[in-house]
Structure formats: structure tokens, C-alpha cells
């Protein structure tokens, strides 16, 4: 069993920051995927970035240039830059086993989930 708890949300104008942290606990894998994922009321759950255990890192076209991820031990980070209020959404942080592959993987790859944080950006 694998424990992911986000930190971080909040409210802020656009052109602000946000930095997501997502803390990892639990069983460990050897080869692994995390991610970050929005989703807005109605909407399926859209992938932003991931990051594999062996470093590489991927991002969705929509914050490319805008959003870092990066990974310290057990706790994942997405530094939101240059906010925009498209950006609006909860955020979730997801772990799956295997690499992430050369873009952010469908929802359906990942079978651990925060519980989510809210992001607001105002215009």
C-alpha cells in the first residue's frame, strides 16, 4: 500500500506561483511513476507532468514552460509558475509501477491517488 498526501494549494492572482507537494509513504517500488493531475467539475482527470525513477520528466502541453517537476526522497513537488486562471483545479499526485514512458500516461496507469488539493487563480 502506497500513501500520497498533497500540501500546498491555495489561492492566488494570475501571473502568481503555487508550489504542489505530494509526500510518499508506504510500500516502495524499485521502477515507478508519479504524476501530477488536475481536474475541474465535469471533466476527466488530465495528466500535467510526470516524473519516473529514472529521472526523466514529462509535461503536458498546456503548462509547458510554466510548471516544474522535480522529485526530493519521498516528497514530489510541481512548481506552478505564470498562473493562469485556466489553471483553476484540484490537483492530485498518483503512483503507478513501471516507468512513466515518453509523456505523461493516462490516468488509468496509476493505482494510488492523494487526496487531492484545490488551486484557484483568479484573473
Known amino acids: 500500500q502506497v500513501y500520497l498526501d498533497e500540501s500546498g494549494g491555495g489561492s492566488v492572482q494570475a501571473g502568481g506561483s503555487l508550489r504542489l507537494s505530494c509526500r510518499r509513504s508506504?510500500?516502495?517500488?524499485?521502477?515507478?511513476?508519479m504524476a501530477w493531475f488536475r481536474q475541474t467539475p465535469g471533466k476527466e482527470r488530465e495528466g500535467v507532468a510526470s516524473?519516473?525513477?529514472?529521472?526523466f520528466a514529462n509535461y503536458a502541453e498546456s503548462i509547458q514552460g510554466r510548471f516544474t517537476i522535480t522529485r526530493f526522497g519521498d516528497m514530489l513537488y510541481l512548481q506552478m509558475n505564470n498562473l493562469k486562471p485556466e489553471d483553476t483545479a484540484t490537483y492530485y499526485c498518483?503512483?503507478?509501477?513501471?516507468?512513466?514512458?515518453?509523456?505523461?500516461?493516462?490516468?488509468?496507469?496509476?493505482?494510488?491517488w492523494g487526496q487531492g488539493i484545490q488551486v484557484r487563480v483568479s484573473a
Open positions: 516524473w519516473d525513477s529514472d529521472g
Open positions: 508506504g510500500d516502495t517500488y524499485i521502477n515507478y511513476c
Open positions: 498518483g503512483l503507478g509501477g513501471g516507468n512513466c514512458g515518453p509523456r505523461v500516461p493516462e490516468r488509468v496507469h496509476f493505482g494510488y
